[in-house]
């Protein structure tokens, strides 16, 4: 069983930056993709950025291509998402997500554990 903690979500001003993380444990780190989702208000959950458990593969939705950046530290169990040139529609909760299967997934449905969530708002 693998638990998910995600943190550093908060208020920041359209253009500015943010990194969340998220801190893994109960199982081993190495061996999962790690995905970003997020959710907005009303919206379903969405497909954000995926690192496989290397690190040297990740891909990203065409919403945050060239803007966010997913990274991971194995020696630290944590995956991080640097979110630069931030929008008013990133605002959305942030969920990051293992999945054991070693390829690219970006359905929710397809991943095995999911943290809590961290709120990122982005103001006007």
């Known amino acids: 069983q693998v638990q998910l903690v995600e943190s550093g979500g908060g208020l920041v001003q359209a253009g500015g930056s943010l990194r969340v993380s998220c801190a893994a444990s109960?199982?081993?780190?190495?061996?999962?993709?790690m995905g970003w989702f997020r959710q907005a208000p009303g919206k379903e959950r969405e497909f954000v950025a995926i690192?496989?458990?290397?690190?040297?593969?990740?891909y990203y939705a065409d919403s945050v291509k060239g803007r966010f950046t997913i990274s991971r530290d194995n020696a630290k169990n944590t995956v991080y998402l640097q979110m630069n040139s931030l929008k008013l529609e990133d605002t959305a909760v942030y969920y990051c997500?293992?999945?054991?299967?070693?390829?690219?997934?970006?359905?929710?449905?397809?991943?095995?554990?999911w943290g809590q969530g961290t709120q990122v708002t982005v103001s006007s």
């Open positions: 997500a293992a999945d054991r299967a070693r390829v690219v997934q970006t359905t929710p449905r397809a991943y095995d554990y």
């Open positions: 690192i496989m458990s290397s690190g040297r593969i990740t």
């Open positions: 109960g199982g081993t780190f190495s061996t999962y993709s």
